[in-house]
């Protein structure tokens, strides 16, 4: 279970002035796209579930597959089942333009493996939906991994502070409390970024 504190940011001087004040603490910046995938008769989705390639870097170099499964968000702290494995980013590359290339590279995934044990893709196999860039800030500041995002989706952009956490409700205490005391304006998110992608609109 992946639990994380994801505070939503107004706008792009807003992320700007908090990642001045996260500067002293950056660790890196990742340049990630997500790309994701259904099987063909939507035996993921009608299960809350998402398959996910995510490269990183503009030239590829890594790329990881992702299980996303029973996604909960509530006043600002995610939960959601989540497996990952490290993918080949030739073929996950060849995957995106062929995506029928996911299921035969079964054999070679423990994790495709287990989505088509447990949500039963047929032999028709998986369908590419599409996806966004991501421009990531990583910061470590006061024991806690932030990450600054900045999504580019087709219909615009989004900004979203984000903090993995095992105490979520008091680490986004500490959060609020460092936001408000630097007049950072924010809300809790109340979608994830898949689903702002799939919406087609950003939050309000």
């Given at each position: ?5 994801k505070?939503r ?5 807003t ?6 004040l996260l ?7 990742l ?13 993921l989705?009608s299960?809350r579930a998402i398959l ?6 503009v030239?590829?170099?890594s790329?990881v597959?992702s ?5 909960l ?5 995610s939960r959601?089942l989540e ?20 299921k035969?590279a ?24 599409g ?26 952009t ?9 105490n979520?409700e008091?680490?986004?205490k500490?959060l609020e409390?460092?936001?408000?005391d ?5 809300k809790?998110s ?8 799939k ?6």
């Amino acid at each position: 279970m992946e639990v994380e504190v994801k505070l939503r940011l107004p706008d792009a001087s807003t992320h700007q002035k908090l990642s001045d004040l996260l500067s002293p603490f950056h660790l890196e910046t990742l340049i990630q796209e997500n790309i994701f995938f259904d099987g063909s008769n939507s035996e993921l989705s009608s299960n809350r579930a998402i398959l996910r390639l995510r490269f990183y870097d503009v030239a590829s170099r890594s790329c990881v597959l992702s299980l996303k499964a029973k996604p909960l968000i509530s006043h600002g702290v995610s939960r959601v089942l989540e497996l990952e494995e490290p993918f080949d980013p030739v073929l996950g590359r060849a995957c995106v333009a062929d995506p029928w290339r996911l299921k035969a590279a079964v054999s070679s995934s423990t994790l495709l493996k287990r989505v088509r044990e447990e949500f039963g893709v047929g032999e028709q196999g998986f369908v590419c939906l599409g996806g966004f860039r991501n421009v990531r800030g990583v910061y470590e500041w006061k024991g806690l991994k932030l990450e600054l995002d900045e999504s580019n989706f087709d219909f615009g952009t989004c900004y979203e502070l984000e903090c993995e956490s095992l105490n979520p409700e008091n680490d986004k205490k500490v959060l609020e409390r460092f936001l408000e005391d630097n007049g950072i304006r924010y809300k809790y998110s109340e979608v994830s970024k898949f689903g702002v992608f799939k919406s087609g609109k950003l939050p309000v």
